[in-house]
């Protein structure tokens, strides 16, 4: 049976879309500081995981040593790490007894760039190896016949594969902007400090404050679509390139 009390918590579940479209279309001032936080913090760990996680994956697709196997096995394992256990180990590492203490960087923006870092590098690695790789094997003939070097093969593959590279680097900071686990641990969801989107919107909802949650859902939601939608734009590129 429908009882006054589900129309009751239907009205206020309306009113709180109705206020979180308003602080959205408002650019409530809040809501703004948020977002843009979350944005200089993800967009920082994938440029710094990219610079990290594209050289190791170059040089793996295209070196051939004892134990590679190994390697992979641990990259591509390393692409499912848990999100608090990083978390944890960041927080252990920059807590006042850790050995990296004396900074200062706990509950701060830069220890959510170092959590999210840990996270996407390996991500960033073990994706830009199998396009690399692939990559390679098209090319491999034509490399030693120009007597190329490694390093100037690694650029060439670099630069062919930048429309592949560049989806992995999206793949890097949907997981980033997306995250909750590991943000929240090392950086404390301080407010005008450290709250981003996805730990302000699990506070918030606890809080009982829905319209802020919402909102905060929507441009979240309006990022990832964003993100995904840039990447099949750059496949759809990649594939013309490579028909051209």
Known sequence: MFFPEHLENLHSIGEAFALALQLVLSGDPDLLEIVALSLRVSLTATAVACLIGLPIGA???????????IVLVVMN??????P???GLLVYLHL??????????LLYTPTAMII??????????AALSRQVLEDLHAEYAEQFRSLCLTRGQAVAAL??????SLLTVGLAGFGRAVAEVGAVIIVGGNIDHLTRV??????LETSKGDLALALALGVVLLAISLSVNAAVQTLRLTAT?????
């Open 197 to 202: 989107m996805t730990t302000a919107i699990a």
């Open 158 to 163: 670099l630069w062919d594969a930048r429309y």
């Open 95 to 104: 807590s006042r007894s850790g050995p990296l203490g004396f900074l200062g």
């Open 115 to 124: 959590a999210q870092t840990i996270l996407i590098a390996p991500i960033v």
């Open 84 to 86: 608090v256990v990083v």
């Open 59 to 69: 040089l793996v697709a295209i070196s051939r040593f004892r134990g590679r196997t």
């Open 77 to 82: 394992a390393l692409m499912g790490l848990p």
């Open 240 to 244: 013309r390139q490579a028909y051209v």
